[in-house]
Structure formats: C-alpha cells, structure tokens
C-alpha cells in the first residue's frame, strides 16, 4: 500500500460558511483562497477575490483552540484573520474560516438536479471528488483529541463523503438524541469543508433501524417472503425509514434481494426466498424506503427529500444466495464463494431482481457481493467488486441502474484472493502496489464509491495516484462523483444537512409496533395442525420447552443492536415466545431441557431454533447459522 499523508501539510485555514446544528445552514461562499498561517502566530492576511453575492455577516471559526476573528475589506479583497493569543497552535488542529455567501448555482434548489451536479462537479478539486468517493467508519473519527489519528477534524481534512456505522457501532448514550447528536457533530465537519458538500451517514436497516435501542424490529426477511404480503413489507420500510431518518441517518443498506439456493447459507434469513418470482414481489420494502418518486427533476420533486424517506440499497449484487458449497471462504464451505452456471441461468436466477429493483422500484444504491462469479465454465473466477462486465455494462447501461455503487465492507482487499483470478505480476503501469491495483480494478470495474472503515487516508491517497498515472481515468471519477452528488440532491441535503428532531418520538412508537406485530403474526408458517392442536385454549395447561422460548435476543436474532446479534435479554422492549404464552394462559410450566416433570400438563410447546453464536473472522463476512422459529405442539392428552 502507498503510505497515506495528510492532505494538509501545512496548517489550513478554508473559506467555509457558518453552521450550527441548532438551525438553518447559510449557503456558501465559493473558495477563493487559503489561508496558511505559520505554526504559532496572531496575525495574518490573505487576498481574496470578494465576488458581489458575498455578504459578510459575524464569522465564527470553527476547529480553532484560540479565539479567532476574520475581518475583511470588500474593496481591497484583504481578509484579516487574528487571534488574541500569540502562541496559538494551529498544527494539528487548522481552524476553518466561516463567512456567509450566497448565488451559486449549484445551491439553488430550484434547478434542475442535473444542473446543480454539474456546476459544483465544475468546482471540485480532484481531492474533493475522492474524498466524496470514500466512506469510513464512524469510529475514525470519535476523538476530541486534535492530534489523535482519530480526531474528528479528520474527516473534514480528508473531505469525506460519507460515514457508516457497521453492526453494532453505536453513538453513547444509544438514544434517539444521542443518534442525532452524533450525526449531525460529523455534519458540521462536513459543512466547514471549501464547498460545503453535506455527509451521507450509512447503516445496516436490515429489519427495521436495529442498531438503535428502541427502533422498531421487525421479522427478518425469510419471515416477510413467508407472508406474501408486498403491501406488508412497503409499510415495514417506511417505518424503518421514518425512524432512521428522525435520528440523523440518511442512508439504509437493505434491503438484501438476495435470491437463497442453498438453505445451508449462513445468511439465508437475510433473503426474501429461493424463488426470484417472490423476491421481486417483496422488492416494495424499497418504495417504502424512498418513496414514490425518488428520481425528480428537482430536489424539490424528489420524494427522498422527506424527513421520513431514506435512500436504500439492493444488495448484494449479484449472485451471494447463488455460490457452490465449497467455494466459500477461510472453512465457511458457501459463504463468499463462487456462483459455477451459464450466464443465462445466473441472469435468470441471481440478476433479475436488480432489473425490477433499478426499473420499477428506482433504488438509489446497490452494493456488490463479496462473491465471485465463474460463467460459462470461465478459466477462473471474477469478484464480483471488479467485474466491469456485470457492474457496468451489465447493470448501468443494459439495466440502466442510475444510481451509484457502494463496495461492501473492505471488499476490494479481497480482489485477487484465492477465490478469484489472481492479481496480474508484473502490476500494470501506473499502479505502484497492490492495494492500488485492488482499488484501481474496482474503480474502473464502476464502482463508485468505497466503503473502507479504516483505510479511507490509503483509499484516497492511491486513487489519486491511481488517477494522476493515467490508470483510473478523470471521465470515471467525474461519473462517480456525479452519480453520488445526484442522491445527495435528491436527499435534499444541501438545503436540510441536520436532523429534524420534531420526530424522534415516532422512534418505536405505538403504531409503528402495530406494524411489526401484524409482520411477525403474518410471517408464521403452520406446516402441520394433526388433531386440531391448535388453536390453544387459554384453560389449557401449557408445558413449554427449549432454551430459545424465552430468549429475545435469539427470537430477534442477527443485526439487532450488534452485528451478530446476542443470546439471552437484551436492552431492547419485546415479548418473548414464553411471555406471550403466560399473557394468555397462567396454567404455564417452564423447562429450558425439558428435564421437569410433565404431568398435570395437556399441551406441549417446544420452540426449537439456531441461536446467535459468536466467530471470529472479518465483519459482515461470517454471517451466523440460519434461525430457524417453530413453535411445535409436541404432544395432547385432551378430556
């Protein structure tokens, strides 16, 4: 890997615009200078060229360790920046300079969306385009520190474009306000960068926004494929988007259309079903996401621009449910593996859900899969993160996939591994190692931007080596960039870069639990009723079996709170299987083993199923064993 400096050298101080998390943004000036104070000094000047949209209201400053003020003298376009401490350190913490501006094109949100791209795209230096092409983990930039590598000036100083949090990766306290603090803290950074390009904050909302304590749950996707109910599973993903979007977030990575062959697929309860049919079907969880109209000529139009609408993302294009057992990776036979079949087959079978999701459904994002494909008895496997052929050509163009591409977690380290064609020897021209190569092949393979938790400063100094040596083309990043911009538009965060908080009390209320109840009853499947077992009586006296039956943490199973999900209670509201049986029948006896005395019961109940288990290996790569629910009357003695 090329080493990673920082792109500031030099302390820098940036034309920004005011923010406050509390209001309205003002709109901003377009940068027209640098200011590069010395390490320790209390005075400096700069010439700038002042344009006649500028109005110049109280500046603040923000990222500064000593009080700063800005004086500017419109007729000679002198700007004075000075501080009352002589001894002001400005290394390892730059101050951004904030002024108020107005006028330019791309922040009028009465223009068309394709306009406002291309006047800022016009604007941006080609490290601002890298930087709106990387995604990092939040916890790179959690530090108050200034001069830790984990200092939130960060990700300001590397003009990232967006933020995620994996599984599990929570703000303190895990709240509503605590969400929403913590999203728009990284906003603000956002908005002190030279053209003010609002962050798009990603995370897993894989059955409803279940990284934060109190959203609501709802089955997994094997269980709403079970209900058949389109209209069902729309409703769940406008609740799950109507409470991410009232915390801060505004970007969901679900929902999963994968297509599940195999049921020895660890992620098979991530699937709406084996049959491509139904999994087309349940794609309304997306317009439940974005609404009706997410693509529109102007922000305005857009029904994205919404406090309860959120971008969504199909995934995992394409193939995941597809690959041979025995083709997986590091000792898990299936997982991350090989999809072996005709192109046809795999079009038929593992592509054509993208086709309804990009045409019919509009989504706004698709992440690729960790696995590779092998068509037509290939010579060796292509990953999928740097196939051009089923990316590009495939999705883009024949499909007509408008949105932009994010690569999974770390994928593109797995570019060349022993599951795929191996890395070329020697590298071509221009790609000075490795890594580049990996970030190289994907980038020109369409993918748009890279999803990297911890590498983001490697990520965006090899790009723009990878760029400056003709290996990645300026045409590729400008479409890129373009196409992240334009959700960005459609978001409407230019004009709303901060949280509404007037919602945060929908955030698992009343009647989005209503909803989840009719999504869990619904998802029930009776496979057998011998001698009218059920429905229970309420004078029945219930023996009820199995670790699992009072264990909510298995019940919600993964990506509840943690990745993975965790046994036993956890620190979010629901009812367990055996507490749902004592609120309508007292007469319960309770054995996790099944070692208790039956007698005097006439009905059993065992609840069978896979808990979450813990281990190791890389994130969002390992998924857990399958869940299985059932709920199995096991024996009668009526009368």
């Avoid at 009080?67 to 002001?88: C, F, K, Q, V």
Wanted: hydrophobic share 35%; charged share 15%; aromatic share 6%.
């Amino acid at each position: 890997m090329a080493s990673a400096t920082s792109p500031s050298p030099t302390p820098s101080t940036k034309l920004g615009m005011e923010v406050t998390p509390a209001g309205r943004v003002s709109e901003p000036a377009e940068p027209k200078a640098t200011v590069k104070p010395p390490q320790t000094a209390a005075r400096w000047r700069v010439k700038i060229a002042v344009v006649p949209e500028l109005s110049v209201s109280p500046t603040t400053v923000i990222g500064a360790e000593a009080p700063l003020s800005l004086s500017i003298n419109r007729r000679s376009g002198i700007a004075t920046l000075s501080t009352s401490d002589s001894a002001a350190n400005v290394t390892d913490n730059p101050p951004t300079v904030v002024i108020d501006a107005h006028g330019f094109p791309y922040l009028n949100s009465r223009l068309p969306i394709s306009q406002r791209v291309s006047d800022l795209l016009s604007r941006m230096s080609l490290a601002e385009k890298i930087g709106q092409m990387t995604q990092a983990d939040k916890s790179m930039f959690t530090d108050s520190s200034t001069t830790s590598g984990n200092s939130a000036n960060n990700l300001r100083a590397w003009l990232l474009g967006s933020v995620l949090s994996g599984g599990g990766d929570t703000p303190t306290p895990n709240t509503p306000t605590g969400w929403a603090d913590m999203i728009d803290s990284f906003e603000a950074q956002s908005l002190a960068t030279p053209l003010q390009i609002p962050l798009i904050y990603g995370l897993d909302t894989v059955h409803g926004d279940n990284n934060m304590a109190g959203a609501t749950i709802f089955p997994h996707n094997i269980g709403m494929g079970a209900a058949r109910d389109p209209a069902l599973t729309q409703q769940e993903g406008a609740v799950t988007a109507a409470e991410t979007r009232a915390t801060g977030p505004q970007w969901g990575f679900a929902p999963c259309i994968c297509v599940a062959r195999d049921i020895r697929w660890g992620r098979t309860y991530e699937s709406f079903g084996e049959d491509p049919a139904l999994v087309k079907r349940m794609e309304t969880e997306i317009s439940g996401f974005q609404g009706s109209n997410p693509q529109a000529a102007t922000s305005g139009q857009s029904s994205l621009n919404s406090d309860t609408h959120i971008l969504a993302t199909a995934k995992h294009y394409a193939g995941d449910g597809g690959t041979t057992y025995g083709t997986g990776d590091s000792g898990y036979p299936i997982d991350q593996g090989v999809d072996q079949m005709s192109s046809s087959t795999f079009r038929k079978l593992m592509v054509s859900p993208y086709v309804t999701a990009v045409q019919q459904q509009k989504v706004g994002s698709i992440m690729p899969s960790y696995s590779s494909v092998q068509l037509d008895g290939a010579a060796c496997p292509t990953k999928m993160s740097a196939d051009k052929q089923l990316l590009t050509n495939v999705l883009k163009q024949q499909i007509g996939f408008k949105g932009f591409l994010i690569s999974d977690y770390n994928a593109v380290n797995e570019i060349g591994d022993s599951r795929s064609c191996p890395i070329p020897s020697p590298l071509p021209a221009g790609v000075p190692d490795t890594y580049s190569y990996q970030i190289g092949v994907s980038a020109n393979a369409g993918m748009d931007m890279f999803m990297v938790p911890n590498t983001y400063q490697t990520l965006e100094t090899d790009l723009t080596t990878l760029v400056n040596n003709g290996y990645v083309s300026m045409s590729r990043i400008n479409d890129a960039v373009s196409r992240i911009l334009t959700q960005k538009f459609e978001l409407g965060l230019f004009e709303h870069p901060f949280t509404n908080r007037s919602k945060l009390g929908q955030v698992g209320d009343a009647a989005h639990r209503a909803v989840a109840a009719q999504a869990a009853a619904e998802s029930q499947v009776l496979l057998k009723n011998a001698h009218d077992v059920l429905p229970l009586s309420p004078h029945d006296h219930i023996y009820v079996a199995g670790s699992n039956a009072d264990n909510l943490g298995s019940q919600t199973g993964g990506w509840t709170l943690t990745w993975q999900g965790q046994p036993g209670p956890i620190a979010d509201p629901g009812t367990t299987i055996l507490q749902a049986i004592k609120n309508k029948d007292a007469n319960v006896t309770y054995s996790a083993d099944a070692s208790a005395p039956t007698a005097g019961n006439n009905v059993g109940v065992v609840v069978v199923g896979g808990g979450c288990r813990s281990w190791s290996g890389r994130r969002f790569g390992r998924p857990p064993s399958p869940r299985i629910r059932l709920t199995v009357p096991f024996y009668t003695r009526r009368g």
